[in-house]
């Protein structure tokens, strides 16, 4: 049998920044190692906490009604309210499940889930909730992007990251990215901040989930304060790297950064970010480019747009197929999210600052603290 090293496996992403997450929907918990954090970093479990709750299950009437109260629990690499410099792990224990509500799915596979694809890979799977591919391994990633974005002002007094719905099936929103801030996306449950917009969505999913069906839409981030120079040539390019990061989220289904398939419309007289002098500092006048050029950041607001597809969990009869090859139907119970974008806001945005934080830890490495500043 062919020997794997550790890290072949898929469940670590970056490079000096290290997250490990583990743990399935209905196991003993799940969580996250972190290796890589610098030390001396001030962080409490509130703001690890405070987090983890904008991602948490059943914050409103819109989300999945699983009562999960999602309390972490810091186990090591912390001390005095400090990082050490050594490996942080982070658990949270699973509480509200209900496995009795996946027996029906631990024969039939449920349509665009990952059932057929784990089981034809291993053989054997978790069929409780999603097992490893349920969106609750997501809160590693958001308790590490917690960390990620402490570390990121201690570098750059200016850092800051906001992602906010900016779709969800046809209703787009009106959103000046510049000037858009968290509390902007808190004010809601849809977490979008163009209040129109946002009430017409949260209607549009209470229908849907009446309807026991699902939508999808986009999210959009914005990293504001990056200084040029993150982002390594050729494989490990920082729009690379952030599409990675995305794509490897669940329900995922798209990822285009600044222009994206816009310019594919586009000529070069219009598509090009002319460079200006501005406040003493190179700028550019336009940001087509979405912050990155030749896979490095210049300076300018990295702004990128992921599709997340309708949850695959739905309450309509479908057709599909059991364990044993036989054709049958399904209709999904249990509680499922009848849109996954409001809760998956704060996971795209700690994603984003893990994969900043890598590259920020790699730029130190190599010495140069930024010419171009
Ligand atoms: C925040 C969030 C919540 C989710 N909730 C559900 C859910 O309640 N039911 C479901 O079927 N899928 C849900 N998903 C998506 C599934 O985890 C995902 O579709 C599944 O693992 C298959 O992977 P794929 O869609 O990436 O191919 C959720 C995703 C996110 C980001």
């Known amino acids: 049998m062919p020997v794997l090293q550790y890290g072949q496996m898929g469940n670590t992403f970056g490079r000096l920044f290290r997250v490990t997450t583990f743990g399935e929907s209905h196991g003993g918990g799940i969580g996250v190692v972190i290796d890589g954090c610098p030390p001396n970093i001030d962080i409490s479990d509130a703001e690890i906490q405070r987090e ?20 972490c629990e810091i186990l090591s690499g912390v001390f005095e309210g400090k990082t050490l410099g050594t490996p942080i792990t982070i658990l949270v224990r699973n509480k509200d499940a209900r496995p009795e509500d996946y027996v029906e799915i631990a024969r039939k596979f449920r349509p665009s889930h990952a059932d057929f694809t784990y089981e034809a890979k291993y053989g054997i799977r978790n069929w409780q909730g999603g097992g490893r591919a349920s969106a609750r391994e997501t809160i590693g990633r958001v308790a590490a992007g917690a960390v990620a974005k402490k570390i990121l002002p201690a570098f750059y007094s200016e850092f800051e990251i906001v992602a906010y719905v900016a779709q969800i099936h046809e209703i787009i929103a009106k959103i000046n990215r510049s000037t858009v801030k968290m509390r902007d996306v808190e004010q809601n449950a849809i977490r979008c901040p163009d209040a129109a917009a946002a009430k017409k969505m949260a209607s549009l999913i209470e229908q849907i989930r009446g309807e026991g069906d699902s939508v999808g839409g986009v999210i959009e981030c914005v990293a504001r304060g990056v200084p040029p120079g993150l982002g390594e040539p ?6 690379a790297d952030l599409a990675k990061a995305m794509l490897s989220l669940p329900a995922t289904k798209g990822f285009e950064i600044g222009s994206g398939f816009t310019a594919t419309r586009m000529r070069g007289s219009e598509h090009n970010d002319p460079f ?18 030749g896979g490095i950041s210049n300076g300018e607001e990295i702004y990128f747009r992921v599709a997340f597809k309708p949850t695959a969990t739905i309450a309509h009869e479908q057709k599909t197929v059991t364990t044993s090859r036989e054709q049958t139907k399904l209709a999904a119970r249990g509680r499922h999210d009848p849109c996954v974008l409001p809760r998956a806001v704060p996971i795209v945005e700690a994603m984003a600052a893990i994969v900043l934080c890598d590259h920020a830890l790699r730029q130190k490495a190599i010495g140069l603290r930024g010419r171009w500043k």
């Open 276 to 293: 200006e002098m501005r406040g003493g500092k190179i700028r550019t006048a336009t940001n087509n480019s979405g912050g990155v050029q």
């Open 234 to 239: 050729v494989f490990d390019k920082l729009e």
């Open 52 to 71: 983890l709750d904008r991602r948490r299950p059943g914050q409103s009437k819109l989300t999945t009604q699983r009562k999960e109260e999602d309390r």
